[in-house]
């Protein structure tokens, strides 16, 4: 490897550009005075000994009490890793002060809108933050490099729907830990909806130049919901569900509460829900608990629900986000089997 491209892994490492001269030349060359690092390094000999002082302070140099003072450099494999190790440490405790302290005055949401970052960096950010705050449902289309990138998204307590845009048989790995595995082998923009939070869309993801958009308005976020729901998904080939042999589940989206419950009434399972939303006649919050007797869907018409039986004996119909003709429109629907 060159001496150039030595020179940019430790500028990556945090070293200034002198630095990092100093440092590859003492490493090179062994013990050398203040005069002959200057010339072997071409560090003009005024700022030679800041540099060696800021390399004394990292840790990774010595220097000699003789005259001429000598500086010589230790270990690169002993030194170098424990001053990136230690220099990691620091700022993982700077990390997590800084965001503790921000975290109790940061906004309590994003306003309503549309907004729009650019780079690979910033997408694989905005991902990961959609995967953290999911906390019942989440919703996926695109690649499966991206899942593998978030790897631990998989391990999630959570109600998942993952379709695929690449062409492959079988779901295999940690694939099997969502409860939905579909593919659609196509060119689409990566979606991916965390409960009703927002909508992340994210185009020319092949490219490793892709634009993002985050949805925070409720309306827009329901048409991507149902653009995801009645196309990506009813359009794609189921490979993996485990569904029938789960007992708990919140949904966020109708449409995979009604799959959940017809899988599980075919198998003879009871199932119990209990919703959270507001009365379509007077749009009051409500919460109800009651046994599942009866769903309804038309997916050509992108309309469903459920029928619940209360304790008191009474029926009442659920509806999903945006529902008006039933009882209740549900925002949080939490599936319950017995045997």
Request: hydrophobic letters at 40%; a neutral charge.
């Amino acid at each position: 490897m060159s001496t150039e491209s030595l020179h940019e892994l430790l500028k990556k490492l945090g070293f200034t550009s002198y630095e990092a001269k100093a440092y590859i030349t003492l490493v090179l060359n062994g013990s050398l005075t203040a005069t002959e690092l200057a010339m072997k390094s071409e560090i003009p000999q005024p700022r030679v000994y800041d540099i060696v002082q800021s390399l004394l302070e990292k840790g990774l140099i010595m220097v000699s009490e003789g005259r001429p003072r000598k500086f010589q450099a230790i270990s690169p494999t002993v030194a170098l890793r424990n001053y990136v190790n230690r220099k990691r440490q620091l700022e993982d405790e700077a990390l997590e002060t800084f965001l503790a302290e921000l975290t109790s005055h940061a906004p309590a949401s994003t306003e309503a809108g549309v907004w729009t970052s650019s780079g690979y960096t910033s997408a694989l950010n905005l991902l990961r933050e959609s995967f953290f705050i999911a906390s019942d449902e989440l919703l996926f289309a695109g690649y499966l490099e991206i899942l593998e990138e978030l790897e631990e998204a998989a391990k999630k307590p959570l109600s998942t729907c993952v379709v695929l845009y690449d062409a492959i048989e079988e779901a295999t790995g940690n694939l099997k830990l969502y409860d939905e595995v579909r593919v659609k082998p196509t060119k689409a923009p990566v979606m991916l909806i965390p409960d009703f939070r927002h909508a992340l869309v994210i185009i020319d993801w092949e490219t490793r130049k892709p634009t993002s958009y985050l949805i925070t308005d409720e309306n827009l976020i329901k048409i991507f919901a149902v653009y995801y729901l009645s196309y990506i998904r009813s359009g794609s080939k189921l490979i993996h569900s485990r569904l029938d042999t789960l007992d708990k589940r919140s949904y966020v989206h109708l449409t995979r509460a009604l799959d959940h419950v017809r899988i599980l009434r075919e198998k003879g399972r009871r199932v119990f829900v209990r919703v959270i939303g507001r009365r379509t006649s007077d749009g009051r919050l409500v919460e109800l608990e009651g046994e599942v007797v009866g769903e309804f869907e038309n997916s050509f018409r992108s309309i469903g629900y459920l029928t619940v039986r209360l304790a008191d004996g009474r029926e009442v119909t659920v509806g999903g986000i945006g529902a008006y003709l039933e009882d209740v429109e549900a925002r949080r629907i939490e599936i319950i089997a017995q045997k």
